[in-house]
């Protein structure tokens, strides 16, 4: 068997797009302008004290915002909002319109989401050409109840509910 990194790239990528996530957008504002991107890497880090934790990679045109700001956001999208995760996972400007406004700590709130939470970055771990950061909660609210948005496969989908209850 060989170690070569290379060796299971293929195999990496694959697993990954057979494991679903749901789908998140992340805001920053940086000296009055807003920053944002899609991320499928969301993740609850604690309880007591609220933190989440998410990762990106330091080449991203969003990562000089998230690099030199105290507050971001995280906002969960739901199957309603695929447009939305369009916007923020391509280039261009992800903040023309009026589907925003600013929020608490002036970071930029995405109106219509599942919910939004606001957070102070508390870490972040810089590994090669990604990082990893933690973000412990300072505000947020509750949105319409829905059907969240699941990315997999290179796609957006959703859950199906089982024939039987856990």
Known sequence: MT?????????????????AAGVAIITA?????PFGFTATSVASLSAK????????????????????????GVHMLGMDNHELADRFARAGNRFDGDHW??????????????????????????????AVVVVEVVEGQVGEDGTPLLYHAGAYGQPVPLDYEI
């Open 3 to 19: 170690t070569n990194h290379g060796t299971f790239e293929g195999t990496f990528k694959e697993m990954f797009r057979r494991h």
């Open 29 to 33: 504002n940086l000296d009055g302008v």
């Open 49 to 72: 004290p609220p933190r989440f934790t998410f990762n990106m990679a330091r080449t991203s045109s969003s990562w000089p915002a998230i690099a030199n700001t105290s507050y971001i």
């Open 101 to 130: 406004e600013l929020g608490p700590h002036e970071v930029p709130v995405l109106k219509g989401t599942s919910g939004w939470l606001i957070g102070k970055i508390q870490m972040r771990l810089s590994f090669e050409n990604n």
